[in-house]
């Protein structure tokens, strides 16, 4: 007899096959030209004005903010986006009243502590202790940087974090770091989550200023 714990574990791959194959026949959709590189911030020291240097830095920021490993997870709806084309989640789970999914579908029911790989070439199944969606005051997707640097910085819409807490979030959470170890078959956003934390302080040390747009 299978032991309990593998076969809820090959429940999952089943599922998870599946719905991996389903993915597959949308495939041919637009892809989206990603960067490896992230400047540090010595690189924005030429820039003599303080808050021309902040917009700049927060810009090079972008380049994670609004990669697909981030905003697939800071959706516009109450579902989170698959792939590098942000495509909506299959099979359609929904927020849920704590980010975890509905109770008939929750996150953890497939998604895992840490990534699975299928094996081969078939890609993963990411995976984190404890994957969620962010609320719905933290959505990123179809919004421009400037509006999402204005939100960052709000209290009302960021969680309540002060800069300071905002800054450690991008240093040293977990949901964040994932976007650099994204499992097999997903491009992970560009430089390393310590210079991201290392621009976020830049940015902030030079008045935290927004773009326009
Ligand atoms: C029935 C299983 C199942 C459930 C339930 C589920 N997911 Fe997924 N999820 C998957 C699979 C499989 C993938 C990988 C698809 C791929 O990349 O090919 C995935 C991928 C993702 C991705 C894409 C990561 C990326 O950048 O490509 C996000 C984000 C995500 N899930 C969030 C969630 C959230 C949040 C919940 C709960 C509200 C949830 N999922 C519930 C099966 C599930
Ligand atoms: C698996 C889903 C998931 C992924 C992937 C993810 N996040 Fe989040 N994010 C969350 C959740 C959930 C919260 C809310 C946590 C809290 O407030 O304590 C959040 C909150 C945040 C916040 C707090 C403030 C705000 O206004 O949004 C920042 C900043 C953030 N995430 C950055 C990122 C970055 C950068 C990436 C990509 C490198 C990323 N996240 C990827 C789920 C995710």
Redesign the pocket.
Known sequence: MIPKANRKLSFVVAIATAVTSLINMGAGQQIFAISAELATPAEFESISDKSERAIAIFNEMGK??Q?P??I???PRTDRPNQGDNMRPHIPPVARGPD?LGKPAMRCTTCHGEKNFSFGGDRGSLPG?DV?????AS?AWEDRSLGEICE??KDPA???G?TLAE?QE??AE?G??G??WSPGEGREA?PGSQELFGALTAAWIENGAHCPDS
């Open positions: 994670v903010l990669h490993r981030c697939n997870c800071h980010g984190h994957w969620h969606l962010a609320p933290m939100q960052l819409r960021n969680g974090r905002l979030h991008n959470d949901l964040v994932w976007g956003v």
